[in-house]
């Protein structure tokens, strides 16, 4: 069973096109993030939700807009795709501990790619 | 703001050789930190983890110490085996928010 899942694993499109990508994990989670991992290897959190409710947004263009429809799903969709979103975006949750000493657990990512 | 700065890679190693992966940090307060391993084409694992000072984190051969004084939490391990390739990422827990912050990885080729 897969704890945290992505789709699409790959996705290549035009720039300009407006795109999703879907989230799910089964470990019950009340905090779920949004990572974008660029083509250096760094790691960069982009959202988070806690409970449906947006906890964190970390200075990301508007374009980009995440959903949590309930607690085990956040989506990400991204509008007027530019070159520079070309990138592998990771998803994770965690329990969400007030301590902050809780791990976090990552889907296998989407590596997007914009033409 | 928090940050995590982690040695530059890659770091090439023949098979049994020992490891050590040197991380340092900078944060308010006292963050929990972790060590993250990214195999080929994969998502990131928890590897270990160490929530106060002092502690000792452990796993699969790896260990990792909580060192407040230096503000470090190097990566070791004394014989690297060839499926140990992989990037490793050094990780604080910002204790507001509970976001991750990342050093940059350093790719570890192991070679038999």
């Known amino acids: 069973d897969t704890a945290v899942s992505q789709t699409p694993k790959y996705l290549v499109t035009q720039m300009g096109n407006d795109k999703s990508i879907k989230c799910e994990q089964n470990l019950g989670h009340d905090t779920m993030y949004w990572y974008k991992q660029d083509s250096k290897k760094f790691l960069k959190i982009m959202f988070s939700y806690n409970n449906k409710e947006l906890i964190i947004n970390e200075t990301v263009p508007n374009r980009f807009s995440p959903k949590s429809p309930d607690k085990a799903h956040l989506n990400l969709h991204i509008n007027s795709l530019e070159l520079g979103d070309s990138a592998v975006y990771f998803c994770?949750?965690?329990?969400?501990?007030?301590?902050?000493?809780?791990?976090?657990?990552f889907g296998p990512g989407t590596r997007l790619t914009v033409l | 703001g928090d940050s995590v700065t982690q040695m530059e890679g890659p770091v090439t190693l023949s098979e049994e050789a020992f490891l050590t992966i040197n991380c340092t940090y900078t944060a308010t307060g006292y963050p929990s930190l972790f060590w993250y391993v990214q195999y080929p084409g994969e998502g990131l694992q928890l590897l270990l983890k160490a929530t106060k000072a002092d502690d000792k984190g452990s796993n699969k051969g790896f260990e990792a110490t909580y060192r407040k004084e230096t503000t470090s939490f190097h990566l070791e391990k004394g014989s690297v085996q060839v499926s140990d390739s992989a990037v490793y990422f050094c990780a604080l827990s910002d204790r507001n928010t509970g976001k991750l912050i990342f050093g940059q990885g350093t790719t570890l080729q192991v070679k038999p």
């Open positions: 994770a949750s965690s329990q969400g501990t007030s301590d902050r000493t809780d791990t976090q657990y």
